[in-house]
Each structure stands twice: as structure tokens, then as C-alpha cells.
């Protein structure tokens, strides 16, 4: 693939809505996603900075998950799916034939809105499997101790590290496919409603730990909560029905959206 | 199973069919009846396995009058003359050919099951496991005679000599290729169980939550390690309950493996050699057996039969809980 994101400047990204300052980090064109024949995510067009937060919010089946999953081809397995247009890593479509969407998963890391942690694979395993199947040599265990660390659920496991990853609790689940995706280290993040299934403690060090690592990587987070979009994000992007209706700063689209769809939502009219 | 079917139903009132008694009583009624047929039809199995068992456990007193179990299991003799009966040769050659079959047949399988279900295009699966389906259908007298026209000459005159050749140091390939014997019986067994072992896998594969495989994907795995790390371990105890239903399937075949295996009472490591089985001597000799002892025998042969599949079952249930449960604590 090719080169790492080295062109972007470390000053802070521009807050005004679509003004770009650099070549975004993610960049989506006109994408547009079917089912067969259900038009799930429609003429989309974004950008997203590097080191920022992009939470994208939208009632319940309005193609976040869709939108989301485009972003490092998890259509590609879906036989009925369809993607056009164009999403561009560090100014590269990904929709090409020389992108190798093995490389590219690599780079863009994914937490699914359900956990899925392999089940016949211990809690440690989980966590090297990126490792592993990478071929990334070196101390797994000090990787696996990190990540755990950092998706704040060392405490709870590191007594057990050899027992299977079923035997946690959904939360606990969730929080350690968040850590095998961290193991990795991807450039970018996509992150499904990542905390849907924790408690607000759990929740809060998730926060704590989006803000940690947007030093580092580039995150889009789907979330259902307002309060944590508010909380975590830097821009905020509004779906509705298949459609990007309104993106633009997190504190713009929660004070003061253009469209009235936004305001409603986000002011729980709807939805 | 059947215990925890009895747990279900303890309390409840003897089961008596009154079709009407649901029409007007309420659900639980309904519930009721229904535990009721299934609790019959159950138990209906079991005393029909149950009464096989012992119609042959009778059937074979005569012989056992005069021969030990143990001696009976354990000769190697069988001469109805001087009332002399040995099934050691039989077991053998069940056992043996049958090893062969799923040895064989369950690596074929796996990959066939794996073609189909994880890499074939999408609309192209459907063309490759009808045809695997249709193995199923052909009657097993019709592959004793593809085994007598194709198999055993094309093992005599390739087969056999090049493993000879090839792995010859090994002892199950030594002796003059004859065609007719173990490995001929066990190759014909494996096209056999081929279909089931692959409709069961890849049934099994299929089910295999979409979830697990994006796991892997989204690490960056390949479709081939998306399929080992994800397919392969939620199918594991599948695969293993279709492989030991192929072997059960393998250990009863009768008609091929009498035309085959070459019907010699014969005990030899050697794949090439000709052999015997339990289900082909009771084919073979019950419509000549006259004395008692010599039906008492046959009827013996085929209780060793049934114990020997009972005690696979139950190996079986054994093992694909033990694989289900996947490892509880992992050494790394
Ligand atoms: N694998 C699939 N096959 C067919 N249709 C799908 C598939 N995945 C999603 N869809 C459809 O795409 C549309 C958008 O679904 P998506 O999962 O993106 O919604 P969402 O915004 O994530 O909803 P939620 O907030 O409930 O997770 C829905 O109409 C859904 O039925
Ligand atoms: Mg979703």
C-alpha cells in the first residue's frame, strides 16, 4: 500500500464545516451502498480529518452500520451488496483492483456493533489474533496487556487470561474485541456502537480512551447516545433514511444544525 | 437425551391419545399431549432397539452354549463342520475396511464441504453438491459392481503396484496385488460415505455465524484464514459427528463390501490382502445355515455388529461434546 499518513501537519484540523486543510484522512465520494435492491446509504460524500473523531448518529436503520462497513469493504463478503463511488484512505480509493482489502483491513480496524469474539479462542488469543495473523512478532504479551489496559478491562481479566472469551459478560465482550482491534494498532478506527452494551463506567473510560488514542489514529464512532457524541466527537455527521443530511462540528450540529431533519433529532422530536 | 426427556416429563400423568382433551383444555393441555406422543414414539425406539437385541441375543444361545463370548470374539476358526466358530476375521475386516473408508473419504470431504460452502462462486454451489448428493442415491449393489468392473481391476494394475513400489517399507502395502481385499472394499466404502460426510460438514460449515468470519476479515485475514480461524473451529465437532456417522454408515455396508473385499477368512495387516466382514459371512451363510449353532453364530456376528456401533455412538457423543466445549483454559 502506500505511504503512511506522514503529509498531515500536526496543527489542529479546521473546525469550519467541510474546509479542508490537508488531505483528509478519510475521504468518502459519492458512495452509494445497495442490497439487492434496497438503497441503503445514498450519494454519501464526507471527509475526516486526521486525528479526529467523527461520530455518526441517525435513527435505528438509517445505514450507519451500512455506511460504516464500507469503509474497509466488509461488502465485499456481503453477496447482495453493491458499492459505488469512492472512499479514499490518505487519498487512495480503496475500490480499486490494486487495493488489497487484506492490507486495508489492517489499517482500518473495526469494533462491530455485536461482539464477536472467537469462541474457542481464550481471552489472550483474542487479543494476539491480529498479531498473529499479521505476522507480528514480538512480546504478544505485553501487547495483549496494553490493549487490554487501554479498552479498561486488565483489571477484570488478567487473572484469567487462559479462559475462553465467552465465558465474559457482553460488556466485557465488547470491551475486548475493542482491545483485539487496538492490538493492531490501525491507523483508523471504526467503531459500531462500541458501547451500546456497557455500563456508564465502562462507557466512560471507552470516552476516556477515544480521546487517548484520537492523538494517534483517525476514529469514526456510530453512537445512538447524543450525550456521548457531544462527548467524544469532533465533527458529527446525521443520517437519515439512507442519506448524509447534515454534517458539520459536533457543537454546530447539537446547537445549531442548518437542517430542520437535525433538529429534530437531535433534539429528540424523533427518532 | 432420554434421561433429561424423563426429567421433563416427570409428574406428568400417563399418556393416554384423547385428541378432543385439547380442543377444550388450555394450553397446557396441548403441552402435555404433546411431551406425551413424543415421550411414546421415544420410547416406541427404544423397545423396538431393544427387542432386535434380544430376538439376536436369543437367536445366538445355541452358540454360545457351546463357545465362550470371549473365544467366540477372539478365534479365528469357523468351521460350521466341527461346529468350531471364530469372528476375530470379520471384526477385523469391518473394522479395518471401514478405517480405510473414512480415512479417505473424511479429508476429501472436509475440502469438498469447504469448496462448496466458503470459496465456490455463490451460484456455482448449488452444481457441486447436487452431484455429491446423488452418491447417496446409488444403490450399494450398484457400487459393488462399479467396484468389480472399475475399482479392483485399475487397483491391481496401478493402484496397488505403485504403492508397493512407493511405500513398500510400510506393512500395509506389501504382497502381490491382487485387486480384490481390504483396500478395494475401503476405497468403494469411501465414494459411499462421501455424500453424507460432506452434506453434514458442509450444513455444519454454513452455520457458522457471519459475525466470527468479519472478526477475522476485519483483522486483515485472508479468505483462508478467515475460513481457519473461523469456519474450521465452529465446525470442528460437526465435521467429527459426520465423520463417525460415515463410519457407521461404513461399518453396516453390506452388499459392496461383499462383492469386494474378496471374502477370504484372513487376517493380515496388509491393505492389499483379501479379507472378510461381519455383515458379508452373515450374507453370505444364512441362507445355508441349518444347524443351530451355525445360526446362533451369524446371529452372534450380528450382535457384535450392533455392540460395536453402540459403543461407537456412544464414543461419538462423547467426543463432539468434549470438541464443543473447546478449550475451557488455553496453554499458549
Ligand atoms: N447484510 C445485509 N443484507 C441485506 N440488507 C441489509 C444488510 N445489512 C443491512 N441491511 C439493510 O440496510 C439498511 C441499513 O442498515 P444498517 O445496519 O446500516 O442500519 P443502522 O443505521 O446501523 O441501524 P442500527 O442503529 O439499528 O444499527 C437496513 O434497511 C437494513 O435492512
Ligand atoms: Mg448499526
Keep these: 500500500m502506500n505511504a503512511l499518513a506522514s503529509s498531515a501537519p500536526d496543527s ?80 487512495q480509493d480503496l475500490y480499486t483492483r490494486e487495493v488489497d482489502p487484506v492490507l486495508l483491513r489492517r489499517r482500518v480496524g473495526m469494533v462491530f456493533q455485536r461482539p464477536n469474539p472467537f469462541p474457542t479462542m481464550s481471552i489472550e488469543e483474542n487479543v494476539a489474533a491480529g498479531l498473529v495473523l499479521n505476522g507480528i512478532s514480538g512480546n504478544h504479551a505485553e501487547v495483549v496487556e496494553r490493549s487490554l489496559r487501554k479498552a479498561a478491562l486488565w483489571d477484570e481479566v488478567k487473572d484469567r487470561l487462559g479462559h475462553a472469551a465467552t465465558s465474559l459478560s457482553g460488556g466485557q465482550q465488547q470491551r475486548l474485541c475493542i482491545a483485539r482491534a487496538l492490538a493492531i494498532e490501525p491507523e483508523v478506527l471504526l467503531m459500531d456502537e462500541p458501547a451500546s452494551a456497557l455500563d456508564p463506567i465502562a462507557t466512560a473510560k471507552i470516552e476516556e ?39 458539520g462540528a459536533t457543537e454546530q450540529i447539537f446547537t445549531n444544525p442548518k437542517e430542520r431533519r437535525t433538529e429534530d433529532y437531535v433534539t429528540g422530536k424523533f427518532g | 437425551m432420554a434421561e433429561s426427556r424423563a426429567n421433563v416429563l416427570d409428574g406428568a400423568p400417563p399418556m393416554v391419545e384423547r385428541p378432543q382433551s385439547t380442543d377444550t383444555a388450555g394450553e397446557g393441555a396441548g403441552d402435555r399431549l404433546y411431551y406425551g406422543v413424543l415421550w411414546v414414539l421415544g420410547f416406541f425406539v427404544l423397545v423396538v432397539a431393544g427387542l432386535i437385541v434380544l ?55 472436509i475440502g469438498l464441504a469447504l469448496f462448496i ?138 452388499m459392496a463390501v461383499t462383492m469386494l473385499i474378496g471374502n477370504s477368512r484372513n487376517i493380515s495387516i496388509s491393505l492389499f490382502a483379501p479379507g472378510y466382514s461381519l455383515p458379508a459371512v452373515i450374507a453370505n451363510e444364512f441362507a445355508e445355515a441349518t444347524d443351530n449353532i451355525h445360526i446362533g453364530a451369524l446371529a452372534a456376528c450380528g450382535l457384535i455388529l450392533f455392540v460395536i456401533t453402540f459403543l461407537l455412538n456412544a464414543a461419538a457423543r462423547w467426543l463432539v461434546t468434549a470438541v464443543q466445549k473447546g478449550p475451557a483454559r488455553v496453554v499458549t
Design chain 1, 209 to 247: 480512551l477515544i480521546h487517548e488514542l484520537k492523538e494517534h489514529y483517525t476514529i469514526i464512532i456510530v453512537t445512538h447516545s447524543m450525550q456521548q457524541a457531544a462527548r467524544v466527537s469532533d465533527h458529527t455527521a446525521f443520517f437519515y433514511m439512507g442519506e448524509l443530511v447534515e454534517m
Design chain 2, 117 to 254: 460452502t466458503q470459496f465456490a462462486p455463490h451460484k456455482l454451489a448449488p452444481f457441486l453438491s447436487t452431484p455429491v448428493e446423488w452418491l447417496a442415491a446409488i444403490p450399494s449393489v450398484v457400487y459393488g459392481l462399479w467396484g468389480l468392473a472399475v475399482l479392483v481391476p485399475w487397483l491391481r494394475t496401478s493402484v496397488e503396484p505403485f504403492l508397493g513400489r512407493a511405500f513398500g517399507f510400510l506393512p500395509f502395502f506389501k504382497g502381490p496385488p491382487i485387486g480384490f481385499g481390504y483396500l478395494a472394499a475401503g476405497l468403494c466404502l469411501a465414494v459411499m460415505i462421501l455424500p453424507t460426510v460432506v452434506s453434514v460438514s458442509a450444513e455444519v460449515m454454513k452455520t457458522t455465524p457471519e459475525a466470527q468470519r468479519e472478526a477475522a476479515l476485519a483483522l486483515g485475514a485472508t479468505t483462508w484464514e478467515s475460513v481457519t480461524w473461523s469456519v474450521m473451529p465452529h465446525s470442528r465437532a460437526g465435521i467429527l459427528g459426520a465423520s463417525l456417522l460415515g463410519l457407521g454408515r461404513a461399518l453396516g455396508e453390506t
Design chain 1, 12 to 91: 489542529a484540523p479546521a473546525v469550519a464545516a467541510g474546509a479542508a486543510i490537508a488531505t483528509p484522512k478519510v475521504e468518502v465520494q459519492k458512495l452509494n451502498v445497495w442490497f439487492a435492491k434496497n438503497h441503503a446509504v445514498k450519494d454519501t460524500s464526507l471527509a475526516v480529518q486526521v486525528h479526529t473523531v467523527l461520530a455518526v448518529i441517525g435513527p435505528s436503520g438509517c445505514g450507519k452500520s451500512t455506511f460504516l462497513r464500507a469503509l474497509n469493504r466488509m461488502h465485499d463478503l456481503v453477496p447482495v451488496a453493491r458499492v459505488t463511488g469512492k472512499v479514499l484512505v490518505d487519498g
Design chain 2, 55 to 109: 430376538n439376536l441375543a436369543l437367536v445366538s444361545r445355541p452358540l454360545f452354549a457351546v463357545e465362550g463370548v470371549w473365544d467366540f470374539v477372539k478365534g479365528d476358526d469357523w468351521d460350521p463342520v466341527t461346529q468350531k466358530f471364530g469372528a476375530l476375521p470379520f471384526i477385523y475386516g469391518t473394522l479395518v475396511t471401514s478405517l480405510v473408508a473414512v480415512v479417505v473419504a473424511v479429508p476429501v470431504a
